[in-house]
């Protein structure tokens, strides 16, 4: 009997020993065949923990709402008077050249706020808005100071030349406003449409005339040309993934009207989305 409580006192004691020389690292016990390890994770730093606790997740508030503006957008524009149509009076060299009448724009920054997650939201961003009017039937554009002090557009025929090129040309800085509507979360995949607003700055412009009299003379010349410094413009774009159309109308007139008629922009094509 005193021999079996000293080997107990023993075991109890090594059994001790080892759970206070492992507290920090691995406890071991034996019993008979059976070997229980109990492995503490108490002085185990903060930093690994947190390391764990870090992994990317798929957090809706680090999703990005993407927006159907930055790209690139090519078509044609129609110069209208305020009764939709091409009959500008006197004024006729209003009525451009459609087919040659050309409009580039480079939308280089979006930014949507969403209203309802994905699928719908306010866009803006900025863009450049490169526009060409072509003159029809051999028109000179000049520039006449009306009685208000504005420089209208006013142009006569040459009979005399035959113009390859006659073009007047102007960059524009843009602003939108518009009111977006996703189908689908991913922008690859969804139908889109946005509705509102485009303002714009004139930043540069110069008038451009090209013939040929045995060699090819060109003309070019800076200047405003009557034509406004602020656009407004309102607009349509729909489109799938990254393409589609879009159609805008000036709300403004392109050119002061204190000679002419008003002569709004009607701009329709095709876009390619960033």
């Known amino acids: 009997m005193k021999k079996t409580a000293i080997v107990l006192c023993m075991v109890s004691l090594h059994a001790f020993a080892q759970k206070e020389e492992t507290k920090r690292d691995t406890t071991r016990m034996n019993m008979g065949k059976v070997e229980i390890i109990l492995i503490d994770h108490s002085d185990e730093s903060d930093e690994k923990l947190d390391t764990i606790d870090a992994a990317p997740g798929d957090s809706k508030e680090d999703k990005a709402f993407e927006a159907h503006w930055a790209g ?10 305020n009764q939709f149509n091409q009959d500008f009076g006197t004024s006729d060299y209003l009525k451009n050249d459609i087919g040659k009448s050309m409009v580039w724009n480079l939308n280089i920054f979006e930014h949507k ?6 699928y719908l939201g306010i866009t803006t961003g900025l863009g450049f808005s490169f526009t060409q009017v072509a ?6 554009a000049s520039v006449q100071i009306g009685d208000e002090g504005g420089g209208d557009l006013v142009a006569v025929m040459d009979t005399a030349i035959n113009y390859t090129k006659n073009k007047l040309k102007a960059t524009y800085l843009t602003v939108p406003l518009l009111l977006e509507f996703n189908s689908n979360a991913d922008a690859d995949k969804s139908f889109y449409v946005a509705a509102g607003v485009v303002g714009g700055v004139k930043i540069a412009s110069r008038y451009k005339r090209a013939y040929d009299d045995g060699k090819r003379i060109v003309s070019v010349q800076k200047g405003q040309f009557g034509l ?47």
Do not use: C, H
């Not at 690139?72 to 008077?81: E, P, R, T």
């Open 135 to 140: 003159f029809r039937d051999n028109y000179v």
């Open 228 to 274: 406004q410094t602020f656009r407004l413009d309102g607009t349509v774009r729909i489109g799938y993934g990254n393409w589609g159309a879009f159609a805008s109308y000036g709300l403004l007139p392109l050119f002061y009207t204190t000679l002419n008629p008003e002569a709004n922009p009607l701009i329709f094509g095709l876009t390619l989305n960033f």
């Open 113 to 118: 706020f969403p209203i309802a997650k994905e």
């Open 72 to 81: 690139l957008d090519m078509g044609f524009m129609m110069l209208m008077n």
